[in-house]
């Protein structure tokens, strides 16, 4: 795996706990940061963005460097909530899943993949 994947996939699991973490204190639950419920949310969102990332071509460089290509990370954010809400169930002893949780998890997801990736996009321009 080269430094390029490795800082990218470092950036990717870094922004799904921020994703969590705000998530969280937007419902003014900033007492329980690295809780069992705090993992919980992590957790099962990580292991659904690393089943369906790969899928769809994100740790390739002629993918991760076109930015015309960004969208990929919205659409696999969105595709792996229904997956981390599914994981998240079973962790809290099959919690009911609700479908707003998981659009919310999903816009949610998105838009904070769409502007990490971004940013990685333009680490990169600045870098060459």
Do not use: C
Not at 24 to 50: C, D, Q
Not at 65 to 90: D, E, V
């Amino acid at each position: 795996m080269n430094k390029n994947i490795k800082l990218l996939l470092l950036g990717d699991i870094l922004s799904v706990i921020i994703i969590s973490i705000t998530g969280f204190l937007w419902h003014g639950e900033n007492k329980i940061l690295l809780s069992y419920r705090m993992l919980a949310m992590i957790l099962p969102t990580l292991v659904g963005w690393i089943l369906v990332a790969p899928w769809l071509g994100l740790y390739k460089a002629e993918i991760y460097t076109n930015w015309k290509q960004l969208w990929r990370a919205g659409w696999a954010i969105i595709l792996a909530a229904p997956l981390a809400t599914f994981f998240r169930s079973l962790m809290l002893g099959l919690l009911p899943i609700i479908p707003i949780f998981v659009a919310v998890l999903a816009a949610t997801g998105a838009l904070g993949m769409l502007i990490w990736r971004g940013v990685w996009w333009f680490i990169l321009q600045k870098r060459k």
